[in-house]
DNA sequence: CAGTTTGTTCAGCTATTCTGAACACTCATC
DNA sequence: GATGAGTGTTCAGAATAGCTGAACAAACTG
């Protein structure tokens, strides 16, 4: 480990909403280093543009962070990061995983991972577009989502029923949503095919905004046998991926709190 | 300067959107260091949050980076104060909006409005780095700059042609900048894109220093209808703008003439 | 205008980083 | 499976880079 870098780091971490300006002085004082040192790792992340200083000498977060910020953000795709850990239930559990996005008001499949075969990277069934109010990861999707916008999709689309278990009453689904929000998962019980159950969670991003939502589905008989196992599974790993897209759930809950709800 | 910061610097500026990914090997070869040099650095800066190192040893920037570019944005007095202003002008224009600065002789945009959306919080193609002699931001800012300093900057980046309307000569650069500064606006009139101008203004602080330039883009047709109210739209925001900075127009003239130009 | 603060520079001493080779590991290919 | 080329990682000695504290300049404050 190159200590010079490491107090580079400690340097960088004293900035943040509250201080967005250090001076040497500052800096020397709070890392209980010499003036002399502190000034030199100033200048030199003011160099690498890492910081910038303005007027007065003050040192502030440099442009180059926005830059970097945004280049974290366009080059990291929730399905890169999911793969991995998909692949890690698909391995333990021999279930099939679902990985699925909103588009347009309807659920449409990202990823797919087949539980019989350890690692088949399915193709098949990818971009099937289905309806949202009787899936599990259609349910995530849509809970975080403003329900007048949620209801409109719903009338326009219809809720067609599929089995006897399918949700088709407005109100009821309202219900289910707001359920499905607060407790931060979504089942699937025969509301779209008979005898299959599924689980799902949704996945968040560094904006605390939910990207995606994986699923695994299993045979109604082997589920209600270990739904809570299945459950606490895919919560699992779609807090792992959440946090592989930068999300901290204690940023998380200040934003929810700063919004109002 | 320490060197090892520097070196830091260096392994940095090798992320971009098209390598966001490099492996340690990659970083020695292309910097001509070590294998062990480049490790170190790799780990270290991953070790303070930089970088991240995934599966496959591989290297990406770290999610701090959102974090530090998220502190720029919420920190900096002038995009705050300019939010609003340029909230009105999409909302009013439907047309897309930049905020730019000037950092180390190259455009920054430091904030976006698409058009299209009326409030729409793009984080997207923020810090976006583009060379400022071929856009209306560039020129503006540019304009404010002592030309020694400007001619260098030019020398050093090199003017590249992107259309045939881009100014590619320092001489002819320079009138023009003399032209923007003197009447307080600049155009692109299909300098950098096809079909794309663009005016701007600059803005002011309380110190009468140009701090940033706000334009708007508009494809080239409906721009050429009405040239002029979109110019006066957008000098208008940035007086509004600067005055929220405590800018004084009278004070700005006293300082022009006793700094004698 | 003196006094106190700030940021900046410098040169010797010390400890840190650099280096290259050896190691562990994964992944194709034979 | 064994093999080879490709990774990332570790380590010790050699050499250089960074730490330090005092002295400097420059800005602010009374």
Redesign the pocket.
Known sequence: ???????AGQVLDLFDKQNPE?????V?TELN????????????LAQIGLLR?G?????RLGWKMLNFGQIVIDTTEFRVESRAVMEQLAAQYRETIHLAVLDDGVVVYADKLQGQQAVQVAVTGLGVRLSPHCSAVGKVLLSHQPWPWVREIMEKQGMPKFTDNTITDVDRFQEELLQVREQGFAYDLEEAVPDLCCVAAPIYDYDSEVVAALSMSIPAYRFERAKKEYRAAVIRACQKISRNLGYMEFISSYRKKAAGG
Do not use: C, F, Q
Not at 1 to 7: A, E, H, I
Not at 22 to 26: E, F, I, R, T
């Open positions: 480990m190159l200590n010079t870098v490491l107090k250090w001076g040497v002085s500052d020397a280093i010499p003036k002399s040192s502190a000034h030199s790792l100033l200048a030199s200083h007027e007065g000498g003050r040192y």
